[in-house]
């Protein structure tokens, strides 16, 4: 696992060589429902999403799955996160290895450090949930 400086320059010369995970929550009538993304710095595309009720790593790891599957060969790719408990599990991490990722993780308590992660997510909750709501 790299750790990451803060203050880097998050730029990929093409698409899939770097790739931004996070996770959000929605709050609906019935609870929450947490949200994962992949984002594809190049394209800034969201290549992997997955919705769940549960905070357990399968929600991360269905969306890595998911743009694992568009991917094909990620051998040489660069996944970076924060240093959330799901990013940092065993069976996330194995995952990442198998595939030949190399995983990269940010500062504590520094939401810069995963900048584009955040936006996509800003992104999501003012165009997609607060557009919609209320839930």
């Given at each position: ?11 990929a010369?093409a698409?899939n ?22 984002t594809?710095?190049?394209?800034r ?8 009720t549960?905070?357990?790593t ?8 998911q743009?694992l599957?568009a ?7 660069i ?29 504590v ?18 165009e ?8």
């Amino acid at each position: 696992m790299v750790r990451q400086k803060s203050h880097r320059d998050f730029t990929a010369e093409a698409p899939n060589r770097l790739w931004v995970a996070d996770l959000t929550y929605v709050r609906t009538k019935s609870g929450f429902v947490y949200v994962a993304f992949v984002t594809d710095v190049f394209s800034r595309n969201i290549v992997g999403w997955c919705a769940s009720t549960s905070l357990k790593t399968d929600l991360p790891l269905n969306a890595l799955e998911q743009a694992l599957y568009a991917r094909e060969d990620a051998k040489g790719l660069i996944h970076h996160s924060d240093r959330g408990s799901q990013y940092l599990s065993i069976r996330y991490t194995d995952r990442l290895s198998d595939a030949g990722i190399k995983p990269s993780v940010g500062s504590v308590g520094y939401p810069f450090d995963n900048a584009l992660a955040e936006t996509v997510i800003g992104l999501y909750k003012t165009e997609v949930i607060k557009r919609r709501g209320p839930w």
